[in-house]
């Protein structure tokens, strides 16, 4: 995940001037949202100004985009950035270009995961594939959007595995993450580093193969 922001030019010496605002283009509790307000607290320290995160959601991005693009091009306005955004620029109710934003940093890397409710029996990934092939277009993927990196991710995959599932969009991970730990889809496509909470408590398993295990247990303390 990134930050973006307007071209243009603001004097280092005097800024900021006035409280930042972060917008994020996923609803609250979602890995982006969680990325955002971790951004603003870190840079809330190092600034010693008010850094606040405003959800424009809508348009997988483009009302956020859209929101940031009408806004004062002095760095006090920036949008979180992640690369389900790199699909707006085809989409034909965007009005904007690559050149109307700036890239500022890339601050996070996370990765996606597989997760299911503890009710579903699956504990791996090849036990999911194999249920998958035996009920083709049955099993329910909940993934955040309509179209975005996790969609593409999870078409990837199933291809490779030779399977058809039935993808149920959200608006957002923490949607998402709620709905599988209720048990209203299948599985959750999402970003298991948000989880943590819900697979502490029992409510949802992540599938891994063995050799993702060791990393699952380094990285997010998931055993």
């Not at 209203?184 to 949802?204: E, M, Q, R, Y």
Request: charged share 20%; proline share 7%; aromatic share 6%.
């Amino acid at each position: 995940m990134a930050v973006v922001s307007l071209p243009g030019v603001a004097r280092a010496q005097d800024f900021p001037t006035k409280p930042i605002t972060i917008l994020c283009w996923s609803e609250a509790g979602s890995p982006v949202d969680f990325y955002a307000r971790t951004m603003a607290r870190l840079m809330t320290r190092e600034l010693g100004q008010n850094v606040i995160v405003e959800n424009r959601t809508g348009g997988d991005g483009i009302i956020m985009i859209n929101a940031m693009l009408r806004a004062a091009p002095d760095g006090h306005t920036i949008a979180t950035n992640t690369l389900t955004l790199a699909t707006l620029f085809s989409e034909p109710t965007a009005t904007f270009k690559p050149d109307d934003l700036q890239m500022l940093a890339r601050g996070q890397i996370d990765p996606y995961g597989l997760l299911v409710p503890s009710s579903i029996p699956f504990k791996t990934i090849d036990e999911f594939v194999r249920a998958a092939r035996a009920s083709p277009g049955k099993i329910t993927v909940g993934g955040p959007f309509q179209m975005g990196a996790h969609r593409v991710a999870w078409e990837a995959f199933a291809e490779a595995a030779r399977i058809n599932t039935n993808w149920i969009p959200y608006k957002g991970g923490g949607p998402v993450l709620t709905a599988a730990a209720g048990g209203h889809v299948d599985s959750a496509a999402t970003n298991p580093g948000n989880a943590k909470h819900l697979i502490a408590s029992g409510k949802l398993r992540v599938l891994r193969s063995e050799e993702h295990t060791s990393e699952l247990q380094s990285r997010f303390g998931i055993s």
